[in-house]
């Protein structure tokens, strides 16, 4: 069992540091709140009066809080993690943040011999009290061994994400297409509604295709990925179905932004030849537009 620190214990660090605390690890814990800081106080934990204390002689220090500034403020600022840490300590942020800051935070810790990974985590509030969080680690293969065992008090899964600053980047994608999709899914829904179809009989056709399974592992795989771009949908196709939904949306005054968008996305793939590729070779499209399929 290890003596750890937990700074942040709101939504998601409070139960995450009392899975810790049911694990039998030995728990200092702080947050500007104080409220969490007396309930894991009656649960076992000893409190501490800033990150400084609640660091010292601690051999994981983890931080779950809301912005870089604030885990920045919290390991370099008055009363720091950094005024008391052991060179033997790893410091876990587990946070959602840039990055470019969690590089600098590990840079310049990695200055001072001290050892920082990233491992945010994927999932919700409610997967934070079950202790099923999905843990994307960002370490040495060393720190992500390391800090194995304490991580999983906390989730049922890591995925070691391949190096430091790979966990933050891979949680940046995912939160990027989950968030996109959100507001995508919403625009379905709403056409669907529009049109006066019950969104159950739209959720089961889509419940077998790309729309509701995505393409990383639908069309992807054997096309795109393969380099195969022959047609099995074609992009012009795909352009025109695009197309109908959109006008039937404008009819219906259904506002359709990221449809929209996507149309434009296929109309520019079009204008550069690729009409009469298989539609996955949007991926070859975009890719080019950023320069990147040199
Ligand atoms: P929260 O706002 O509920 O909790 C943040 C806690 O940090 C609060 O208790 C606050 O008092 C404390 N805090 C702020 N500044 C502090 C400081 N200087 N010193 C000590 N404590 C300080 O946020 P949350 O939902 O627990 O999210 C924490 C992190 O986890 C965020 O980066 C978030 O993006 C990420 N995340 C959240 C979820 C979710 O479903 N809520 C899911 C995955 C990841």
Not at 16 to 28: F, I, R, Y
């Amino acid at each position: 069992m290890s003596n750890i620190a937990f700074i942040g214990l709101g939504q998601m660090g409070f139960p995450m540091a009392s899975n810790l605390l049911k694990k039998g690890h030995t728990l200092k814990v702080y947050d500007l709140n104080r409220e969490p800081v007396k309930k894991l106080e009656e649960l076992g934990a000893f409190a501490a009066n800033n990150p400084k204390d609640a660091a010292e002689n601690s051999e994981f220090i983890i931080t779950m809080l809301p912005n870089g500034q604030l885990v920045k403020e919290v390991i370099f600022g008055k009363d720091g993690v950094i005024e008391s840490v052991s060179s033997q300590a790893l410091i876990i942020d587990m946070s959602t943040i840039h990055p470019l800051e969690s590089d600098e935070i590990r840079q310049q810790l990695s200055c001072k011999n001290i050892e920082f990974m990233d491992a945010p985590v994927g999932r919700t509030s409610d997967n934070a009290i079950s202790g099923t969080l999905l843990i994307l680690a960002g370490g040495t293969d060393e720190q992500v061994n390391r800090a194995s065992s304490v991580l999983l008090c906390m989730g049922s899964e890591i995925i070691n994400a391949g190096g430091p600053g790979k966990g933050i980047r891979v949680k940046l994608i995912n939160n990027f297409m989950s968030i996109a999709l959100n507001a995508l899914s919403a625009e379905a829904a709403t056409l669907c509604e529009a049109l006066g179809l019950p969104l159950s009989t739209a959720m089961s056709v889509m419940a077998g295709t790309p729309a509701n399974k995505g393409h990383f592992t639908t069309t992807w795989p054997n096309k795109v990925l393969k380099g195969d771009l022959s047609p099995a949908f074609m992009i012009d196709l795909a352009h025109k179905d695009l197309g109908l939904a959109l006008d039937v949306a404008n009819k219906l005054h259904v506002p359709l932004f990221m449809g929209s968008a996507s149309r434009e996305i296929y109309s520019q793939a079009r204008a550069k030849g690729r009409g009469r590729q298989d539609w996955t070779a949007i991926l070859e499209h975009v890719r080019e537009c950023a320069g990147l399929n040199k």
